[in-house]
């Protein structure tokens, strides 16, 4: 059987190599972009490009969206859904609010058309490397369908629940990073003031019990400022994960943790909070 013809738009640190995994594994693939020098690395592969993004979903059997937020996500949706014929499908990788995805949902199923959320995590390497994991939201069917185009870029394929499970669950995730990433933060601040050898304190630490991921990736960094990128992704995240939840006593460990480390590299001093 031919593959399908895949869509790509978001070419980004995460989105450019998840791409590439695609056009790497055979699929004919097609892409759009704002700049032409975000596409201009593709020139010498066997992927075309797209003048619009309607042009793009009128070619494509599956469309990835890999765009930074709400507003993207929705806007590149829009030029999609009239375009795109029915039994074709969206995969929106971006992190985005849950209702968002169940509402776009709506629309494309009215036009024959599958949504599926599937936010990943891992950042540019894990999609160089083909290990992303990635969370998904959506029908079965739909998910099974789209499943050989999931594994040419992700190690880890987890089928949550319906639309927007997929989202939900990268909120927590990355809310919980952020909480972490501040613990370890202090941490490392706490060796300081105990005039802890910082070298030793981090070695320690990566072999024993208060080992975490953003311990590592905190580690690695003279200053946290140096995280301000990732920063402010995580920031746009807990925001969310804040209207996802409410009240819901759940979310005030996780912002008590993160939030003042988030304002303190994001924010510049004299900013009002």
Not at 101 to 112: K, P, W
Not at 134 to 161: C, D, K, Q, T, Y
Request: charged share 15%.
């Amino acid at each position: 059987m031919s593959k399908p013809t895949i869509g790509f738009i978001g070419l980004g640190s995460q989105g450019g190599p998840m791409a590439q995994r695609i056009i790497d594994a055979g699929f004919p693939t097609i892409l759009w972009a704002r700049r032409p020098e975000s596409v201009a690395p593709y020139a010498s592969t066997t992927a075309k490009t797209a003048a619009t993004i309607a042009e793009l979903g009128a070619a494509c059997d599956h469309v990835g969206i890999c765009v930074v937020d709400d507003a993207g996500v929705t806007a590149t949706a829009e030029a999609l859904l009239p375009a795109m014929r029915a039994g074709s499908r969206v995969v929106i990788h971006s992190t985005i609010l849950p209702a968002t995805c169940i509402a776009l949902a709506a629309r494309f199923a009215e036009r024959g058309i599958a949504l599926i959320d599937a936010p990943v995590s891992g950042g540019g390497q894990g999609a160089t490397d083909g290990t992303l994991t990635i969370m998904l939201g959506g029908a079965a069917e739909a998910v099974a369908a789209a499943r050989p185009v999931f594994e040419s870029f992700a190690g880890l394929i987890l089928h949550l629940g319906p639309i927007g499970a997929g989202q939900n669950a990268k909120l927590v995730n990355n809310t919980l990073m952020a909480a972490n990433m501040a613990l370890a933060d202090a941490a490392l601040a706490a060796g300081a003031a105990l005039n802890i050898d910082r070298t030793a304190l981090i070695d320690l630490i990566k072999v024993s019990s208060g080992r975490s991921f953003a311990f590592d990736v905190r580690a690695r960094l003279p200053d946290a400022a140096m995280f301000t990128h990732g920063a402010a992704l995580l920031n746009k995240d807990l925001g969310l994960l804040s209207e996802v939840l409410g009240d819901n006593p759940s979310f005030i460990p996780l912002s008590d943790a993160a939030q003042p480390f988030l304002d303190r590299i994001t924010k510049p001093k004299g900013t009002a909070p």
